[in-house]
């Protein structure tokens, strides 16, 4: 739901939170960053369970610790995908949704926090830090993902 990397989503604390966004402040690129969130991610997170003694959205296995191998879940969508996926497949996977909905590609680096070094106009007069002004994009792609979703299970039913 939100083409984040696997570092950023492991280590996401309940303090970086909101009810319209979710904040990482020392992403891969050094770039602080808050992220939209669609109204299928917020329900997403608000039916995960918090774990006491531990301030991690994705709780690892000791206490107070986040998820640091995510292969178990990988090989649970690897099974219901029919195909090996990474993590890094699943990010690709954002930035595909968004094309096909003709969401502009400046908008999806930014989303995936992806900010292309040069480009003048993203560098100097686009805003980087706080992405909530890209909530209709955001929900565009989770609504997709969603549809495509209901679609899979009206056909198995």
């Known amino acids: 739901m939100t083409g984040c990397r696997w570092s950023e989503a492991a280590q996401l604390t309940w303090d970086c939170v909101t009810v319209d966004s979710w904040h990482v402040a020392d992403p891969k690129n050094h770039n602080p960053v808050s992220f939209p969130i669609s109204k299928t991610l917020r329900a997403l997170l608000d039916a995960r369970p918090r774990i006491e003694g531990n301030s991690y959205v994705f709780p690892g296995r000791r206490k107070a610790d986040f998820i640091k191998d995510a292969r178990t879940a990988m090989d649970e969508v690897t099974k219901l995908a029919g195909r090996h996926l990474t993590h890094h497949d699943?990010?690709?996977?954002f930035i595909a949704i968004g094309i096909r909905l003709r969401i502009e590609m400046w908008k999806l680096k930014l989303l995936?926090?992806?900010?292309?070094k040069g480009d003048v106009t993203i560098d100097h007069y686009i805003e980087?830090?706080?992405?909530?002004?890209?909530?209709?994009?955001?929900?565009?792609?989770?609504?997709?993902?969603?549809?495509?979703?209901?679609?899979?299970y009206a056909i198995e039913k």
């Open 112 to 116: 995936t926090n992806h900010v292309s």
């Open 128 to 152: 980087t830090n706080d992405l909530r002004y890209l909530s209709d994009e955001a929900e565009q792609i989770a609504g997709w993902i969603v549809g495509q979703g209901a679609i899979t």
């Open 90 to 93: 699943l990010r690709r996977t």
